[in-house]
Each structure stands twice: as C-alpha cells, then as structure tokens.
C-alpha cells in the first residue's frame, strides 16, 4: 500500500463535517500550507533554502512545522549529508495529493482577500 493510500487515524464527533475538520487539523497551522505549496513549487530543498523561500518564517517555527508535517507523513526528512549534515526536504504521496487543495486555497485568497501591503481592508 502506497503512503497516499494509507489513511491517517483521525478522531471526530460530527460525521458530516469529520473530513473538513481532520484536513484542517493536517494542514490548519499557519505555515503548514504554505511550506507545502513552496514544495510543490519547488520541489526537494534543504532546511536553509526552504527557510529563504517561505518569507517571514523563523528557523524556529519552520523546524517545528517540519517536524510536525514529518509526523502527518505529508513530508519526508532526508539526510543528503553526514559531514556536515545536509538536510534536504520534500513531499510524500500524500503531500504531494494536497496540490489541488493548495492551489484553490491560492485561488479563493487571490480573489477575496486584499494584499496586506494595501492598507484599506487588510487582514491582520
């Protein structure tokens, strides 16, 4: 069985809206969505390419989103390296199944939200 066919163990109340809450959990946090999408966009990277590539991160808080998204088996964390150690990341099946996902999200804010540099209507 393929890591993409492989499900996740996820617990929910409501049937109705279990698959919209368990995503959300997946990919909700405020990085994870976008490290996805600049791995779609640019393939494997390595821990300093990918921080210059998500503008405004901190090491800190891209290290903790790695690790959690390595957790959800949605990227995978190799060793390119030993000395000095080289990491270099990249996105499983099943990360790599959240294209359309991350793309619509693009999608739907390039049409009803207003660029933050555009002072009238930004959200903060």
């Known amino acids: 069985m393929s890591d993409a066919d492989e499900r996740l163990s996820v617990w929910c109340a409501g049937k109705d809206w279990c698959p919209i809450t368990s995503t959300a959990t997946l990919i909700g946090k405020k990085w994870h969505p976008v490290v996805v999408h600049r ?12 921080k210059d590539d998500v503008d405004g ?55 009803h939200l207003t660029p933050a540099d555009e002072k009238d209507g930004a959200i903060s």
């Open 57 to 111: 991160i901190s090491s800190k808080v891209l290290s903790d989103s790695l690790d959690d998204l390595e957790e959800k088996r949605l990227v995978n964390r190799e060793i390119v390296s030993e000395k000095p150690v080289r990491v270099q990341y990249s996105l499983t099946e099943r990360g790599e199944s959240l294209e359309s996902l991350i793309e619509e999200m693009h999608d739907w804010g390039a049409e």
């Open 39 to 50: 791995l779609l966009q640019g393939g494997p990277m390595g821990f300093n390419e990918l």
